[in-house]
């Protein structure tokens, strides 16, 4: 076993949980940063299950103290960073109109603050060790547009800038940064605005219609490309944005 470690937020569910798997297979230690105690502690037990160690902290992204305890937290039981994803997220409908100022602004504070909060409290680890790997959480919506979702997109389409001004700065210390760019994926977070929806039936149908193959992805096609994005394959890559949409992009 290695004595790698990953830091994945939102890493109770969907996307983040599947990255986990994916990372304590190839025999990483875990630190799973969420807001769902629930989740977060039986995920937790599933990933301790797979043979390596790992830790749930309960921790807000978009909350300084909370992000640096769990910085902390980490450092204390594990004493290095190799990777850290990016990954939690909060999307909010709504046009420029119809979108309140409390649900814009909380929106921007995790998906946009949340990484400059759990980046400035991970990374320094990574300068220490002279390397390591960032992968952002972006989304097909920073680039397509569908309607009402002014906070969301913009919110996702800022990540890839952000990626590159990342990548660009954190060179010097051997730290690359990329970005997945999701299509629909079909994680709870999808599962629940499909059943919400009038009806779910046509909806499932509408989001496969948007990739080449007719259907969504799977957590675990994203996570394939946050660990190829990790590792050394992937060692003259940085600033990239990988689509991982199943063609949504060339539609
Ligand atoms: N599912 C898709 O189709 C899709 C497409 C494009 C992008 N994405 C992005 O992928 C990421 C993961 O989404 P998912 O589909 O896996 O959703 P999900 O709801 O299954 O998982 C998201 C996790 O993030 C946690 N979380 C939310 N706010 C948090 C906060 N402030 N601090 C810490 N944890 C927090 C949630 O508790 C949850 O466990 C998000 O950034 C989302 O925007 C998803």
Same mark, same amino acid.
């Given at each position: 076993?290695?004595?790698?470690?990953?830091?994945?937020?939102?890493?109770?569910?969907?996307?983040?949980?599947?990255?986990?798997?994916?990372?304590?297979?190839?025999?990483?230690?875990?630190?799973?940063?969420?807001?769902?105690?629930?989740?977060?502690?039986?995920?937790?037990?599933?990933?301790?299950?797979?043979?390596?160690?790992?830790?749930?902290?309960?921790?807000?992204?978009?909350?300084?103290?909370?992000?640096?305890?769990?910085?902390?937290?980490?450092?204390?039981?594990?004493?290095?960073?190799?990777?850290?994803?990016?990954?939690?997220?909060?999307?909010?409908?709504?046009?420029?109109?119809?979108?309140?100022?409390?649900?814009?602004?909380?929106?921007?504070?995790?998906?946009?603050?949340?990484?400059?909060?759990?980046?400035?409290?991970?990374?320094?680890?990574?300068?220490?060790?002279?390397?390591?790997?960032?992968?952002?959480?972006? @989304?097909?919506? /920073?680039?397509?547009?569908?309607? &009402?979702?002014? !906070?969301?997109?913009?919110?996702?389409? *800022?990540? +890839?800038?952000?990626?590159?001004?990342?990548?660009?700065?954190?060179?010097?210390?051997?730290?690359?940064?990329?970005?997945?760019?999701?299509?629909?994926?079909?994680?709870?977070?999808?599962?629940?605005?499909?059943?919400?929806?009038?009806?779910?039936?046509?909806?499932?149908?509408?989001?496969?219609?948007? @990739?080449?193959? /007719?259907?969504?992805?799977?957590? &675990?096609?994203? !996570?394939?490309?946050?660990?190829?994005? *990790?590792? +050394?394959?992937?060692?003259?890559?940085?600033?990239?944005?990988?689509?991982?949409?199943?063609?949504?992009?060339?539609?």
């Amino acid at each position: 076993m290695s004595n790698k470690i990953m830091i994945v937020s939102g890493g109770a569910s969907g996307l983040g949980l599947a990255a986990a798997e994916k990372f304590a297979k190839n025999g990483y230690n875990i630190v799973l940063i969420d807001v769902n105690e629930e989740k977060g502690k039986k995920a937790e037990e599933k990933i301790k299950g797979m043979g390596v160690d790992a830790v749930f902290c309960l921790c807000d992204i978009s909350n300084k103290e909370q992000v640096q305890k769990a910085a902390q937290i980490a450092r204390e039981r594990f004493g290095r960073a190799d990777v850290l994803i990016n990954n939690a997220g909060l999307e909010v409908r709504g046009s420029i109109l119809q979108c309140e100022e409390d649900d814009w602004v909380r929106l921007y504070e995790i998906n946009l603050k949340g990484i400059y909060y759990m980046s400035n409290a991970f990374v320094p680890m990574m300068v220490e060790q002279k390397k390591g790997a960032v992968v952002n959480t972006g @989304s097909i919506l /920073g680039y397509r547009t569908v309607p &009402e979702r002014a !906070a969301y997109s913009s919110s996702k389409g *800022a990540i +890839d800038t952000l990626t590159r001004s990342m990548a660009f700065d954190l060179a010097q210390h051997n730290i690359r940064v990329n970005c997945v760019v999701p299509g629909a994926i079909d994680t709870p977070l999808l599962r629940g605005s499909i059943n919400d929806s009038p009806d779910p039936a046509e909806t499932e149908k509408v989001l496969g219609s948007k @990739s080449v193959f /007719g259907r969504m992805g799977t957590s &675990e096609e994203v !996570a394939n490309v946050m660990y190829f994005l *990790a590792s +050394d394959e992937a060692s003259f890559v940085t600033g990239a944005a990988y689509f991982v949409d199943g063609g949504w992009s060339i539609m």
